[in-house]
């Protein structure tokens, strides 16, 4: 009798532990039938010369994603960076909506000055995915980090981890929310909507495996270099002609 | 409904030094995160002190032992609360148990809390209490008769084998406690020590310091309660039980001061390149709470009381003032110290170029009320818990015996 009790006992345990795992579902990006992720892997390539700080891929960004019009909300920034003359490093958000808060800087006083846009590195060793607790923050099949909004418990430890700054909380969700590389777009065979508009093409998006893009034009014709790279992330987002005042 | 967050940022952009990335303005974990590792120090601290009287048999301490466990839980179970508040979804929270990411050292938080939870606290203080519920319930009129018995799980067996038993399992669960005890707050201190990202926190160093603090934390609270609640009850303070808890108190307090001692000159010896924002930080940002509060009346001017002290053989009346006086300045400077961990660490931007500023709220969730509300909590908590488990009503010590003595 004590055997059976205890078998049933033990059955119930295992079932109820196997229901409990069932329910253990990895977050999962929602593709169009008929694209298929394996056949890519992301990345962008950003010359820094072309930019000319215009705010287009800004602005675009916003549009297309619903990124709140605040200047507290990024998917995706520019920088101006100004180097003094006397080598002291001066940088600015060039956002419209911030202009009243920047210092202006004596045009005399300037060595030189740069535009570096900034968005989230898609890194493929992603501090993000590593502390995201409930495994809202993951990586796709082709390389892009992605935020399940309906999975996102919003503790905002990937904020904390993240060393480019690229994420927020979106004030409408209450969830983390980030660059994607408009993955909607991308999984249309579309480009994301900061490459579409840039009037420069400072920015060059593809397939980082392909032999014959543009990005891989990008790569064999300039010295790169990544955002931090001391801190291991391995940004699949690469800089051409990158000063060293740039974090 | 769009939150009004944008409003307060406005209000902080003015306030900016320097360059921050735009996403950087908000710092995004707010008091209730300050609270929340502060509140697991105590836990974790008046645990150990508990664990000093089961494991080391610092007999001196025997009469606080109760009194450091149920401290020990009444906090515990305020400890997820802060957490729980700050969530931008706290209804997903369910999420952390069901998919629990593990490589996320956050997603372990449940675990870790339920393991110290059930296993740990809630075992030994049943084990501890078992006897005494059967003894007490013996006597007792309804309501509390069944408390008891309810608590007491229904068991009534008192002999001095099953007496002996507990006492068995008290001491073997002490020693798993010792190291769980250890985990659970050194696995806070991990939270923040394995951000690479952030050069404020990422230190192998940080849940060691942790552990410390938390010990002198737990150590401090445990000697208030003592302090205050004996006189309330018309009993004497014993000096030997206060001295000991005040030397162990001394011994943590040093060894907390020289592991922050060694981290920041670590730090600033290897002069990496966050040391010219870090030291931006601490004389701008933090220059009272970390400068003023949590070194100089949070540590070197305790630990000058305790060293004379223990150099002059003060009367009792004198060192039970200092005494006093010393574990508030305590508390005080390990509050200041998670606050200076937390939102310091969210202060600078991590383009290292400038700061920000956090501006607490007053009402809402995450404001100012409800960091006092849940500061006041396990103190309510507590004395519930003194009301069913008096840790100073003691029983017959014959195990047969189902007299027992309420000395309250």
């Known amino acids: 009798m004590m055997r059976r009790k205890f078998f049933r006992k033990a059955t119930t345990v295992l079932v109820s532990t196997g229901l409990l795992a069932g329910m253990w579902k990895k977050a999962r990006a929602k593709t169009p039938e008929g694209y298929d992720p394996s056949l890519h892997y992301y990345g962008m390539g950003i010359q820094i010369d072309k930019c000319i700080g215009c705010g287009s891929c800004v602005e675009a960004c916003k549009s297309e994603n619903n990124v709140p019009r605040e200047p507290f909300f990024f998917r995706t920034w520019v920088e101006r960076y100004i180097i003094r003359k006397d080598g002291e490093a001066a940088v600015q958000n060039i956002d419209e909506r911030l202009a009243g808060s920047r210092d202006v800087i004596n045009e005399k006083e300037i060595m030189r000055s740069f535009f570096v846009p900034k968005l989230c590195n898609q890194c493929d060793n992603p501090p993000c995915v590593q502390v995201c607790p409930v495994g809202a923050t993951f990586m796709t099949e082709d390389g892009v980090i992605l935020v399940d909004s309906e999975r996102c418990i919003g503790c905002r430890y990937c904020i904390q981890a993240c060393p480019f700054g690229a994420r927020y909380i979106h004030p409408e969700t209450m969830t983390a929310d980030k660059c994607t590389f408009c993955y909607h777009r991308l999984t249309r065979e579309m480009l994301p909507a900061c490459v579409e508009v840039c009037p420069t093409q400072a920015r060059i998006f593809g397939d980082v495996r392909s032999k014959a893009s543009p990005l891989a034009r990008f790569k064999r014709m300039n010295k790169l270099h990544v955002l931090k790279p001391s801190l291991n992330t391995e940004p699949k987002v690469s800089y051409s002609e990158l000063d060293g005042e740039v974090r | ?408």
């Open chain 2, 1 to 408: 409904m769009i939150n009004p967050i944008p409003d307060k940022l406005v209000e902080l952009l003015s306030q900016v030094s320097g360059y921050i990335y735009p996403n950087e303005i908000e710092v995004h974990w707010s008091i209730l995160i300050v609270v929340y590792p502060y509140l697991t120090g105590l836990v974790a601290g008046a645990f150990i002190l508990a664990s000093l009287v089961k494991v080391f048999n610092v007999k001196e301490l025997q009469s606080v032992y109760k009194l450091s466990l149920l401290t020990a839980l009444a906090f515990l179970l305020i400890a997820p609360l802060p957490l729980l508040f700050h969530l931008g979804h706290p209804f997903r929270s369910y999420e952390i148990f069901l998919n629990p990411n593990f490589s996320s050292a956050m997603a372990m938080f449940g675990f870790v809390y339920a393991w110290y939870l059930m296993v740990v606290l809630l075992l030994e203080l049943w084990f501890t209490y078992r006897r005494d519920l059967i003894v007490w319930s013996a006597s007792e009129k309804f309501p509390m008769k069944w408390i008891h018995r309810a608590t007491a799980l229904f068991s009534t067996d008192i002999s001095e084998r099953a007496v002996n038993f507990d006492r068995k399992v008290v001491k073997a669960i002490t020693i798993i406690g010792i190291p769980s005890a250890f985990l659970l707050h050194g696995y806070v201190g991990f939270i923040f020590g394995s951000i690479k990202a952030n050069p404020w926190w990422s230190s192998v160093l940080m849940p060691i310091v942790f552990l410390f603090s938390a010990i002198v934390s737990g150590i401090a609270l445990v000697i208030t309660l003592y302090m205050i609640i004996l006189p309330f009850r018309n009993e004497k303070i014993d000096m030997k039980c206060l001295d000991r808890m005040a030397s162990f108190l001394f011994y943590a307090v040093i060894v907390d001061f020289s592991l922050e001692l060694l981290d920041f000159i670590h730090r600033l010896y290897e002069s990496e390149e966050s040391i010219k924002i870090l030291s931006e930080l601490v004389m701008n940002k933090l220059f009272i709470s970390l400068g003023i509060i949590q070194v100089l009346l949070g540590m070197l001017l305790p630990l000058g009381i305790m060293i004379s002290i223990k150099l002059f053989r003060f009367e009792d009346e004198l060192r039970k003032l200092l005494y006093f006086v010393s574990v508030i300045l305590i508390q005080l400077g390990i509050f200041a110290t998670r606050w200076n961990v937390v939102i310091g660490g969210q202060m600078f931007s991590k383009s290292f170029r400038g700061l920000t500023t956090y501006k607490m709220d007053i009402t809402g969730l995450e404001g100012l009320l409800m960091t006092l509300l849940l500061l006041v909590l396990p103190f309510v908590i507590l004395s519930i818990l003194f009301k069913i488990f008096p840790p100073w009503r003691e029983t017959a010590p014959d195990g047969g015996s189902a007299v027992a003595i309420d000395r309250g």
